[in-house]
C-alpha cells in the first residue's frame, strides 16, 4: 500500500473520494507531480453511483445533453451520469 496517499473527499458527499500520491511522474508526452488514483470511482458500483450523482447537480439544469464522453475505465460513472440526467 502506498504510505504517501492523500485522500480528497467532496464537500457535498463523504461516499466520493479520490486518492492523490505526491511524486514526479512522466509519460512519452507528460510529467506530473501528483497522481490521481481513480480506482475506487471506476471500479465500485457505489462509489461510481455517488461519483454520477455529484457530476449530475452540475448539468441538472442544462437544457439537452446529447452525448456524454467518458474517459478510458469511467465508463460505469459515465452510464450512472446518463441515468441520473434523464430522471431529472
Known sequence: MENRKIEITAKS???VK???IPGHFA???SHVNYFVDMTTI?????AARE???ELAK???HSKQID???CLEGTEMIGAFLA???CEH
Not at 471506476?42 to 457505489?46: C, F, G, P, V
Open 13 to 15: 458527499n463523504k461516499n
Open 18 to 20: 479520490l486518492g492523490l
Open 27 to 29: 509519460t512519452n508526452h
Open 42 to 46: 471506476k471500479t465500485q458500483y457505489r
Open 51 to 53: 461519483t454520477a450523482r
Open 58 to 60: 452540475a448539468y441538472a
Open 67 to 69: 452525448a456524454i464522453i
Open 83 to 85: 441515468r441520473d440526467l
